[in-house]
């Protein structure tokens, strides 16, 4: 989901004040873009080796600076594709920028900057980006996000634009994205629909995409439908994924997938999946419906993450079903 900004409320800051700690294995869950939400706080022995965010504020509570640590040090391998992500008010809009480990400007995915307009409202309604081309267009090919919220302010359609004012659709092929949240303010799906509220399929055939959450954040199940309701394949060639089996740290040692008949996927029924002790993936192997080693279409069986000190991604080694390394990429 777009990433929010905000205007952050009082009383969020001082409940994040009262934590015992600011470091976070998750800076912000919150899939209504109103007030971030972050999980698995972590004690000081934990954030030693966990991977985490590291959270500032300034003196009305306001969230100025998110930093990924890895190792107890500044990293460029976090969900925002920099060492820190900060923001800075004004009374119309929030912007947000990038620095590096040593703390200069730069660019995260070819964009310097994302400006959340507000308008003097509590919420954004509009987003819009500065780029390293000077075209304000991101790699995904728009350069405006609009939102419509509800009366509680959670955003209910997410619609992008081109520089011309032409619709461009999103990942899932939607013209416009709407949505709708359990009761811990998950989203429970994103789907495309007309102005009376009927479903349309999208440029990829499907009209919806389910979701299911914990109360964490965590992914448990996902599945795509098209209009009539029907289950029908995603993009990668399965219908529905489940998550299981979490450790303390709500990671998944075991992915399940279903084809739109709700039997287990041809050519892999399951993914299991482990972890460093610093909580990234350490590896991913596929397995058929009885359990024997099967291929990924993309030509492997298993795949090793092997990291740079910074906690980048290094090289990831693939493997065949009898073990035997196939290439590093």
Same mark, same amino acid.
């Given at each position: ?173 939607? %013209?416009?994205? &709407?949505?709708? /949240? ?9 789907? +495309?629909?007309? #102005? @009376? $509220? ?70 892999? %029924?399951?993914? &299991?999946?482990? /972890? ?9 192997? +596929?397995?058929? #419906? @009885? $359990? ?38």
């Amino acid at each position: 989901m777009t990433r929010l900004l905000f205007l952050l409320c009082a009383l969020w800051s001082t409940e994040l004040y009262a934590q015992d700690t600011h470091a976070y294995l998750k800076w912000n869950i919150d899939h209504t873009q109103r007030i971030p939400r972050p999980a698995y706080p972590l004690t000081p022995q934990q954030s030693k080796s966990i991977d985490h965010y590291v959270l500032s504020h300034d003196a009305r509570g306001r969230l100025t600076r998110v930093t990924f640590m890895h190792s107890g040090k500044p990293s460029p391998a976090g969900d925002y594709g920099a060492a820190t992500l900060t923001l800075t008010y004004e009374n119309d809009k929030t912007v947000e920028a990038y620095l590096n480990t040593e703390g200069e400007p730069v660019a995260a995915g070819g964009i310097l900057r994302k400006i959340y307009h507000h308008d003097n409202t509590a919420f954004w309604h509009r987003l819009s980006f500065e780029t390293t081309d000077g075209t304000g267009v991101t790699p995904s090919g728009y350069s405006e996000v609009r939102v419509e919220r509800d009366n509680e302010g959670r955003v209910i359609t997410e619609t992008r634009f081109s520089r011309d004012g032409e619709i461009v659709p999103e990942h899932n092929g939607f %013209a416009v994205a &709407s949505f709708a /949240y359990d009761a811990n303010d998950m989203a429970l799906y994103r789907q +495309y629909e007309n #102005a @009376e $509220g009927k479903l349309l399929n999208g440029s990829l055939g499907y009209a919806r995409v389910s979701f299911s959450f914990d109360e964490f954040g965590n992914f448990l199940s996902e599945e795509a439908q098209d209009a009539s309701g029907k289950l029908t394949a995603m993009s990668a060639g399965f219908s529905r994924i489940e998550w299981r089996d979490f450790n303390s740290f709500g990671k998944p040692a075991r992915v399940y997938y279903f084809d739109a008949q709700a039997r287990p996927y041809a050519p892999y %029924a399951y993914s &299991s999946r482990s /972890y460093t002790e610093a909580m990234q993936r350490d590896g991913v192997a +596929y397995y058929g #419906a @009885e $359990g024997q080693p099967a291929m990924h279409p993309a030509g492997f069986h298993r795949i090793e993450y092997h990291y740079k000190e910074n906690g980048s991604l290094a090289e990831r080694k693939l493997f065949d079903a009898s073990e035997t390394l196939i290439t590093n990429r």
